[in-house]
């Protein structure tokens, strides 16, 4: 059995293997399974920080090692059973987190969106949104090549939905006009897939705006 540790503190590394090596338990780094998360500390208690960084830990993992079985196979091969497999945990440890192995990518594309978003000033223009965007496409273009390689970019259809606003039980007016830009988004995203990625984060939002005009 692993044990990774969510502290990066060596000192609390070896107090843990003193512990725990008797039982056949192997403690490891964050970095030994190739993972670097800095959770923020928001819990009450120390129990409830503690929890806080073994989800994210737990998260992350998935996600790795989710990202290596997919530069193998595709998406439809990978199992459940794998995936805890590789992960040296049980299914219920899977279903706590996650409802389908779809849900794992979705999580990793939600956190990378947030730190763009947060980046974002306070509404901004929609160029500058498509900016950003692209940006953080080039920025992570192995990721998003290999989605596209496995024909997953459609995961990305809830989180632009997201960005873009977009609640079903929102007045029919917002509901539509948020549907409307969100679909567009998306779609000019799937496009620049399809052509390679040729256009730069510039370039696009540069024909947006020639669009508008």
Not at 117 to 123: G, H, I, K, R, T
């Amino acid at each position: 059995m692993k044990l990774v540790l969510a502290s990066k503190n060596q000192k609390k590394l070896v107090e843990m293997r003193d512990i725990l090596s008797h039982m056949g338990v192997e403690v490891c780094l964050q970095s030994d399974v190739g993972v670097d998360v800095d959770v923020e500390e928001t819990g009450s208690t120390f129990a409830e920080n503690a929890m806080l960084k073994a989800k994210a830990i737990d998260d992350r993992i998935g996600c790795a090692i989710m990202l290596s079985l997919l530069k193998e196979k595709p998406l439809v091969e990978i199992t459940i059973s794998e995936l805890c497999d590789r992960a040296g945990v049980g299914r219920t440890s899977f279903y706590r987190n996650f409802q389908e192995k779809e849900d794992i990518l979705k999580e990793y594309i939600r956190r990378m969106f947030q730190a763009w978003m947060d980046a974002l000033a306070e509404d901004p223009p929609l160029d500058e949104v498509i900016r950003v965007m692209f940006s953080h496409f080039e920025a992570h273009q192995a990721f998003y090549a290999l989605l596209h390689e496995r024909g997953l970019i459609w995961l990305l259809k809830d989180v632009i939905l997201s960005v873009c606003g977009f609640h079903p039980e929102q007045e029919a007016v917002n509901a539509y006009a948020s549907a409307f830009v969100a679909y567009s988004l998306y779609g000019w995203v799937e496009v620049w897939f399809l052509r390679g990625m040729k256009e730069s984060a510039e370039e696009m939002a540069e024909l947006f705006v020639k669009r508008r005009e």
